[in-house]
């Protein structure tokens, strides 16, 4: 049974920074893409950043520039790095796993974590 428990979210001012975690349990998550998606209110939710086991990403292009998406393999863990954030930036933020193509979630969800960008 693989688990993922994120981290990190709350509320900022336009500008400002946070870092999501993630952790994983299972030996899953060495083999597998790892990523972070996004949900804001009434939109879909959408794919913010991915990272293969080997470290390659991909980011939305929303975010190019000012999101950093990170592993460690040895602690199980997936991290988001978000600078100059904005209030568009606003949702509820998962973790994802199991799956092996970088542009395609997988099959296990985190709980979720909420971002909340306003002054």
């Known amino acids: 049974q693989v688990q993922l428990v994120e981290s990190g979210g709350g509320l900022v001012q336009p500008g400002g920074s946070l870092r999501l975690s993630c952790a994983a349990s299972g030996s899953i998550f060495r083999d597998y893409v790892m990523a972070w998606y996004r949900q804001a209110p009434g939109k879909q939710r959408e794919r913010v950043a991915s990272?293969?086991?080997?470290?390659?990403?991909i980011y939305a292009d929303s975010v190019k520039g000012r999101f950093t998406i990170s592993r460690d393999n040895s602690k199980n863990g997936v991290y988001l790095q978000m600078n100059t954030l904005k209030p568009e930036d606003t949702a509820v933020y998962y973790c994802?796993?199991?799956?092996?193509?970088?542009?395609?979630?997988?099959?296990?969800w985190g709980q979720g974590t909420q971002v909340t960008v306003s002054s």
């Open positions: 990272i293969t086991p080997g470290g390659s990403s």
């Open positions: 994802n796993t199991g799956g092996k193509l970088i542009g395609t979630p997988g099959p296990y």
